[in-house]
């Protein structure tokens, strides 16, 4: 039986990461927020666990960053980029500045986002509310059709947010119903999977993020230390060997990790529990996430390869520049809805900001290889001590508008080219 329609201003399908953050930055406008999800929680999602330096910009401004330390988010203070033929490394707390990234896994981070986003009056959660379809009057998006235990229910807002990672249903539905939400698809070359260690020594691994680059052809690594005294680990790896992988999860990540440059050292010793994780085999996506009375974040909007952690950071990114713009929305309302000309300003400040890391792990994620610029610049980063920092501090996310390379950089990867 259907329930009568409710009215907010904005609805949010995914209370996730991407999902909670909007919810956050609307209530704080004043904004009256439905925040739902098809999941209960707590509940477990496959995901690196990292936030870069530029996603935790956006925690602390949303005032939950400590809160996450507090449930044992561990801040990594530095990260050093390895490969067949570099090696260097950043502190990212220095000179008054902290820049450190955040590992914590999605249990307790999105349990903690959910329960920050209801301590908001304006915002209403439900938990295990799954939309099935999309109310759309003279081609825009006005609300949602939502089914759980109890029946089918309706909720009208002048703004929808896709916030359902990958596989969305807003966008999906979006799509079949008025031609919205276009996209663009890029496999990725390698397969990924991870598991949580214990009894890792901190003279072995402190609060530093690593990540490495054809350990073997085509592979990559990553290792930080989480919650709960556990380091999480992850290797990637040519999709094509995924199916010989599966025949000994365990023994072959084991395996996968110690053929590294230096990851199976820093895990010498320890012992991993519970199961091991796998994304399966996945594609970058970008679509174009602005239709009439709807926009789409996170993963629903841009979705990376996993390998290099962007996936939280693009997330809370995307959500702080609809902190930003919703004012100018809501005043621009027409009907129903919000117009999609005046939403096309979250596409031109989401492509502005974050489109230039989103295209540079597809350049890396498309072919086993690194191609030729992206060696060119991580050789660069080993031989100068100012070009380390500027690499870290782009693949950390803090680089302004992605103003990366500089000039004097690229001068560098130049000279390096020449002596090649």
Not at 214 to 228: D, K
Request: aromatic content about 8%.
């Amino acid at each position: 039986m259907s329930e009568p329609a409710k009215d907010f201003d904005a609805i949010i399908v995914g209370a996730r990461v991407a999902g909670s953050a909007a919810a956050i930055f609307l209530a704080r406008d004043g904004r009256r927020v439905l925040l739902i999800d098809k999941d209960a929680f707590p509940s477990d999602r496959l995901s690196t666990h990292i936030v870069l330096g530029g996603g935790t910009k956006v925690l602390e401004r949303m005032s939950v960053l400590e809160m996450l330390e507090r449930l044992g988010g561990v801040r990594f203070a530095r990260m050093r980029a390895i490969g067949p033929d570099f090696d260097y490394g950043g502190e990212l707390a220095r000179d008054g500045a902290d820049d450190r990234g955040l590992c914590l896994g999605r249990v307790l981070m999105d349990a903690a986002m959910i329960d920050a986003a209801r301590s908001f009056e304006g915002v209403t959660f439900r938990d295990r509310l799954r939309a099935i379809d999309l109310r759309i009057e003279d081609g825009a998006v006005v609300g949602i059709r939502g089914e759980d235990a109890s029946g089918v229910h309706e909720f009208c807002a002048p703004l929808t947010i896709g916030a359902d990672g990958m596989h969305s249903s807003v966008a999906r539905i979006a799509s079949e119903r008025i031609g919205a939400f276009k996209r663009i698809d890029v496999p990725c070359a390698r397969a990924y999977y991870y598991a949580y260690f214990e009894g890792v020594p901190r003279k072995q691994l402190g609060d530093e993020l690593v990540t490495e680059f054809e350990s073997a052809p085509g592979a990559g690594n990553l290792v930080c230390r989480c919650e709960n005294g556990l380091t999480v680990a992850a290797t990637a790896f040519d999709a094509a060997e995924m199916q010989t992988f599966r025949t000994g999860l365990a023994s072959n990540l084991r395996r996968y990790l110690d053929r590294s440059f230096a990851v199976g050292k820093l895990l010498e010793g320890a012992t991993m529990v519970g199961r091991v994780f796998s994304s399966g085999l996945l594609n970058n996506t970008c679509r174009d996430p602005v239709a009439g009375g709807a926009i789409l974040l996170g993963d629903a909007g841009l979705h990376v390869d996993p390998l290099f952690g962007q996936g939280h950071s693009l997330a809370l990114m995307s959500a702080s520049i609809v902190g930003e713009l919703a004012a100018g929305w809501f005043s621009a309302v027409r009907g129903n809805s919000i117009p999609a000309a005046a939403l096309a300003d979250f596409t031109r400040r989401r492509d502005a900001e974050l489109m230039p890391y989103y295209k540079a792990s597809v350049r890396v994620s498309r072919a086993l290889a690194l191609d030729q610029g992206s060696r060119l610049a991580h050789r660069a980063a080993s031989r100068e001590r100012w070009a380390a920092d500027e690499m870290i501090r782009f693949a950390q996310m803090l680089t302004p508008h992605a103003a990366f390379p500089s000039f004097r950089f690229a001068r560098l990867m130049a000279t390096a080219s020449r002596a090649a």
